[in-house]
């Protein structure tokens, strides 16, 4: 069977122009999509492995995992990190499907020729022994994060063309965002969830193939996509929308999966929970469903933890080998309690007693809330930046994140309607 190559380019909207049919771009996302020779009733259980395994010009080879698109399309994206000549075959545990079984082929990768950094000096890296994340070349990266959970949920394409524009020139250099369902967020703005079932469940390509195109524009903006895989918070209202509380294991897995396998060809770090509980009762689920989705190497994208607020999970993590990030959230107070958990907590006080890894305040105090100011805002981030090795810092705003109008209310959280939206917040002085 004859495959399609799909080349994807983000760099159209900088006036590269578009690629041959059998050429790609370094950094960038590269596509190949097949046709099964089998329509598969439950393909996230009928399939159990689909792969290719990528052959560099210099002979380096790369195992990664495809996903299911619908009807009998199954695609892999890839980000090739050397131009010349590649090489691909595919493997699949259903080896009588012609359709995806023993599939070969070959494609050009030639220079991006893209002034954003991600693409100029390569996707990100953690060092071995170091505490700051880098651009492929070495170049240091230092993590300046903006919160917009819902936005690529909700937001229309001009809408999220405007804000990461915005972000962009303020200096943000990535944007955390939800890719599925959560208690912050039912469906996206056409009413589709990413998967149903809480026990067996069935992904819904059409509610991904939206949220395709908001991932891309974050790169196409030389942002890098900030990817919550599995909402996690254990209490609250809505903790039943969300995928990483509900879901057994097996389920879990899954889902993450195919959340990885599907945007791993973009500039991505995964955060494989958010907001959740990942040590004491939790802590096996946790490690379980991490070794199982990254453990075996066939992805690509740096791996971070979002715990929830004032939660340490560094020394429970310290030999888990997918875990690139130690992240943690201060929590939304300007207490005194807070000021003196971020300042003198397990992050100041266990750092240098742990093997290196960046650890990064992922939620400080959001701005634009009845308890804080501005001025609290900066000074939780300035104090999580030098509790620890500098790093870097997210930011959130309570009308961003939710992607608020004017009016509206947060779902699932406490507090009063938004009087602003999130484009009048947009300018805020933090």
Not at 90 to 101: A, I, K, P, Q, V
Not at 113 to 118: A, D, K, M
Not at 338 to 348: D, E, S
Not at 380 to 386: D, E, G, I, M, N
Request: charged letters at 20%; glycine letters at 10%.
């Amino acid at each position: 069977m004859r495959i399609v190559l799909v080349i994807q380019v983000a760099a159209l909207l900088f006036g590269v122009p578009a690629l041959a049919q059998s050429e790609a771009r370094l950094w960038t996302k590269a596509e190949k999509e097949l046709r099964s020779a089998k329509a598969y009733a439950d393909p996230l259980y009928e399939v159990s492995s689909f792969t290719a395994t990528f052959r560099s010009p210099s002979g380096r080879a790369r195992k990664i995992s495809g996903f299911w698109d619908g009807g009998i399309t199954w695609k892999i994206r890839f980000s090739p990190d050397e131009t010349g000549t590649w090489s691909f075959t595919t493997e699949c545990s259903d080896t009588s499907n012609t359709g995806l079984h023993g599939q070969s082929g070959t494609f050009m990768v030639a220079p991006a020729e893209i002034p954003h950094p991600i693409y100029a000096k390569g996707v990100l890296r953690r060092p071995l022994g170091n505490y700051h994340l880098t651009y492929a070349d070495g170049t240091p990266f230092f993590w300046f994060a903006d919160t917009a959970w819902n936005g690529a949920l909700k937001a229309t394409d001009a809408e999220w063309d405007l804000y990461l524009k915005d972000r962009a020139s303020k200096g943000f250099n990535a944007i955390q965002v939800v890719t599925t369902q959560w208690r912050g967020g039912a469906g996206d703005t056409d009413g589709r969830t990413a998967f149903e079932g809480s026990g067996k469940i069935r992904v819904n390509p059409e509610f991904f193939k939206r949220l395709d195109r908001r991932i891309d524009q974050i790169n196409e903006h030389g942002l890098v996509a900030a990817l919550v895989v599995l909402w996690a918070l254990p209490v609250s209202l809505g903790r039943e929308l969300s995928p990483g509380y509900i879901l057994p294991e097996p389920e879990a897995i899954l889902l993450a999966r195919y959340i990885v396998a599907r945007y791993g060809g973009n500039q991505v770090v995964w955060f494989l929970g958010g907001d959740g509980k990942y040590v004491d009762e939790y802590e096996q689920r946790w490690k379980t469903i991490g070794r199982a989705v990254f453990g075996a190497g066939n992805y690509q994208g740096l791996v971070a933890q979002h715990p929830m607020g004032r939660s340490w999970i560094g020394d429970a993590y310290a030999n888990e080998p997918w875990l690139d990030i130690v992240g943690y959230q201060s929590s939304h107070s300007a207490a005194e309690s807070t000021v003196n958990w971020i300042n003198r907590g397990p992050m100041a006080e266990r750092w240098d007693k742990l093997p290196a890894r960046p650890l990064i305040n992922l939620e400080p105090l959001y701005e634009n809330t009845a308890a804080s100011n501005s001025d609290d805002v900066r000074k939780a981030c300035y104090w999580s930046l030098f509790a620890t090795p500098v790093s870097g810092i997210s930011y959130g705003n309570h009308a961003i994140w939710p992607w608020l109008a004017k009016g509206e209310k947060a779902l699932n959280h406490s507090g009063t309607a938004s009087p602003n939206s999130w484009q009048d917040t947009l300018g805020f002085p933090a």
